[in-house]
């Protein structure tokens, strides 16, 4: 056999593989996701408060944040029904961005580093925050 049938041969077992027991969308996207957000000069913020997962007790309507820490910033993230309230406690918040597996939001920052939006529904999410020259990330969570 050939190189050439080598690879004719692999092309048909991916496709017939791909028929048969395709990869998940969401598999798919949150691989993806994790690659394109693997990122070493960000700074990960990591999860230092959850009130609610340690008694057991998430749901989608939550009035405890959820706080993530890194030296000097803080990014608090609230969950109330349907609105993901965020607010970053650090010097010169320039943005904020939401990240799910498979889309993004980029919000308004108040004066004070605060941002809302609309929650999406059962996703995990991340938050990131631009901070001039510095860029602090959220462990992943799921609301």
């Known amino acids: 056999m050939s190189d050439q049938d080598d690879e004719q041969l692999l092309d048909d077992l991916r496709r017939v593989v791909g028929r048969a027991d395709p990869t998940p969308n969401d598999v798919v996207a949150a691989a993806k996701a994790a690659i394109e957000l693997r990122d070493l000069d960000a700074e990960l913020a990591e999860l230092v408060a959850d009130e609610l997962a340690d008694a057991g007790t998430r749901s989608a309507v939550s009035v405890e944040p959820l706080v993530f820490e890194v030296g000097d910033v803080v990014i608090e993230v609230l969950v ?24 993004e939001m980029t919000l308004d920052v108040d004066s004070v580093g605060r941002a809302v939006a609309d929650l999406p529904a059962g996703r ?6 631009q901070l001039g020259g510095r860029r602090v990330v959220t462990e992943w969570f799921v609301p």
Request: proline letters at 10%.
């Open 80 to 103: 109330e029904e349907a609105r993901l309230e965020v607010v970053v406690a650090a010097p010169t918040v320039t943005s904020v961005v939401v990240r799910a597996p498979t889309s």
């Open 124 to 129: 995990p999410l991340r938050v990131e925050a």
